[in-house]
C-alpha cells in the first residue's frame, strides 16, 4: 500500500507564486507515477500535471506554461510549483500515484487534498 499527504496549500494573491508537496509512505519503491489533480465547487476533479518514473511529464494546457511538477524518488515526494497564479487556480489540489500491487496489478491511491486560493 502506499499512502499520500499533501502539504503547502494556502491564501495568495493573483500573480503570486506558490509551491505544493505530496510524501508517499508505504510501499513507495512499487510507485511508478505520481500526479496531481485540481477540483474546485463548481467543476469536476482535473488533470493539473503527471510526471512517470522514467521522467516523462505531462501537463494540462491550462497551467504548462505557469507550473512545474518535479519529484525527488529517493524521499517518495512530488512537488508542483506554481506561478503567475489566477483565482480560477483556487482549487482543493489532490496529489495521486500508480503503484504496482500484488501480482503486478497497477493501483491508484490519493492524498486527501490541499487548498490553494488565489484572491483577485
Known amino acids: 500500500q502506499v499512502r499520500l499527504v499533501e502539504s503547502g496549500g494556502g491564501l495568495v494573491q493573483a500573480g503570486g507564486s506558490l509551491k505544493v508537496s505530496c510524501e508517499a509512505s508505504?510501499?513507495?519503491?512499487?510507485?511508478?507515477?505520481m500526479g496531481w489533480y485540481r477540483q474546485s465547487p463548481e467543476k469536476d476533479r482535473e488533470f493539473v500535471a503527471g510526471?512517470?518514473?522514467?521522467?516523462?511529464?505531462k501537463y494540462d494546457d491550462s497551467i504548462k506554461d505557469r507550473a512545474k511538477i518535479s519529484r525527488d524518488s529517493s524521499k517518495g515526494m512530488v512537488y508542483l510549483q506554481m506561478d503567475n497564479l489566477k483565482p480560477e487556480d483556487s482549487a482543493v489540489y489532490y496529489c495521486?500515484?500508480?503503484?504496482?500491487?500484488?501480482?503486478?496489478?497497477?493501483?491508484?491511491?490519493w492524498g486527501q487534498g490541499t487548498q490553494v486560493t488565489v484572491s483577485s
Open positions: 495521486n500515484a500508480e503503484f504496482y500491487g500484488p501480482y503486478g496489478v497497477i493501483y491508484m491511491t
Open positions: 508505504g510501499e513507495t519503491d512499487s510507485i511508478t507515477y
Open positions: 510526471q512517470y518514473n522514467d521522467g516523462s511529464i
